[in-house]
């Protein structure tokens, strides 16, 4: 019954490839959220969506794809893998965009790209 | 752009010890201060939230302060148990954001209490 989970929780990839990251939510929240948090623990806002449309995005390169076929979703495609993107990407939510909402996190998703 | 930062950055205790771990922002103009907590493995937990009208907020053994005018916030832990060892992190929402609720996190500090 975890309210946010995110699969999968270890990836390891070769530089180049395309690869995937699954968020889900069952907390009927209206908004999710994408962060990458890098080698230093620094969190850092990628994308937030909002009832499955964009509403934030932190200039990350467009080989990241965000998708959300519904609202209990928000997936992270990244095409064409670099060294840089090795980090610990989180996803979260909250009942809706508005100041003070708190955010659930998800147990995140530890990227390793060889 | 506003820039979190946490001090110290790690922070090794006995048990039973009150203290304090520090968060800095240089902007601010924000809407709210949000203490999180995360342990190895898992994701964030959210501890406390402080509107930029309050002062401060209380939970339990834990207690955040804020003065925004000075770009501080602190969270002061009473009688520290092995079980609060974990990383906390501090957020700030800015007023200069458009998009609602987007955080800005500092680096964390990574807290050891040992038994």
């Known amino acids: 019954d975890t309210a946010v989970s995110q699969t999968p929780k270890y990836l390891v990839t070769q530089m180049g490839n395309d690869k995937s990251i699954k968020c889900e939510q069952n907390?009927?929240?209206?908004?999710m959220y994408w962060y990458k948090q890098d080698s230093k623990k620094f969190l850092k806002i990628m994308f937030s969506y909002n009832n499955k449309e964009l509403i934030i995005n932190e200039t990350v390169p467009n080989r990241f794809s965000p998708k959300s076929p519904d609202k209990a979703h928000l997936n992270l495609h990244i095409n064409s893998l670099e060294l840089g993107d090795s980090a610990v990407y989180f996803c979260?939510?909250?009942?809706?965009?508005?100041?003070?909402?708190?955010?659930?996190f998800g147990p995140g998703t530890r990227l390793l790209v060889l | 752009k506003q820039e979190v930062t946490q001090i110290p950055a790690a922070l090794s205790v006995p048990e039973g010890e009150n203290l304090v771990l520090n968060c800095s922002f240089t902007d601010s103009a924000i809407y709210n201060l949000q203490w999180f907590r995360q342990d190895p493995g898992k994701g964030l937990t959210s501890l406390l939230l402080?509107?930029?009208?309050?002062r401060e907020q209380t939970s339990g053994r834990l207690n955040a302060s804020l003065d925004k005018s000075s770009g501080r916030s602190t969270l002061y832990i009473a009688a520290s148990q092995p079980g609060d060892s974990a990383t906390y992190l501090c957020a700030v929402e800015g007023v200069w954001d458009n998009a609602g609720n987007m955080l800005t996190f500092g680096g964390g500090t990574r807290l050891m209490v040992k038994p």
């Open positions: 402080i509107q930029s009208s309050q």
């Open positions: 979260a939510s909250s009942q809706g965009q508005r100041r003070w909402e708190t955010q659930y």
């Open positions: 907390l009927g929240h209206d908004t």
